[in-house]
Nanobody, 125 residues
């Protein structure tokens, strides 16, 4: 079992920045991948970014490349999503997710069994 607790989010103007945090506890291991997903109004939940816990490998959706950065603090067992140059299309509920994978970072929502509680990010124009 892996428990994920999110923090951060809120309301920001277009062009602004926010940072989300995802604190992991429980049976974390070197094979864990932590990813961020988001679900906008009336949309499917989509992959945003992921990081491999041991190899510090990252992967981003095309829509956020160059604007979002995923990172981790091993000492705190926490993964961060730094979001810069936000635009209204980034408005969504953001979720962190985790599971064990051998090799790459999965972008498929169905392959993640552990989820955070979600946090709202609203970008005003």
């Amino acid at each position: 079992q892996v428990q994920l607790v999110q923090s951060g989010g809120g309301l920001v103007q277009a062009g602004g920045s926010l940072r989300l945090s995802c604190a992991a506890s429980g049976r974390t291991s070197s094979s864990i991948v932590v990813a961020w997903f988001r679900q906008g109004p009336g949309k499917e939940r989509e992959f945003v970014a992921g990081i491999n816990w041991s190899l510090t490998r990252t992967y981003y959706a095309d829509s956020v490349k160059g604007r979002f950065t995923i990172s981790k603090d091993n000492a705190k067992n926490t993964v961060y999503l730094q979001m810069n140059n936000l635009n209204p299309e980034d408005t969504a509920v953001y979720y962190c997710a985790a599971d064990r994978f051998l090799g790459g970072i999965s972008t498929a929502r169905a392959q993640y069994n552990y989820w955070g509680q979600g946090t709202q990010v609203t970008v005003s124009s």
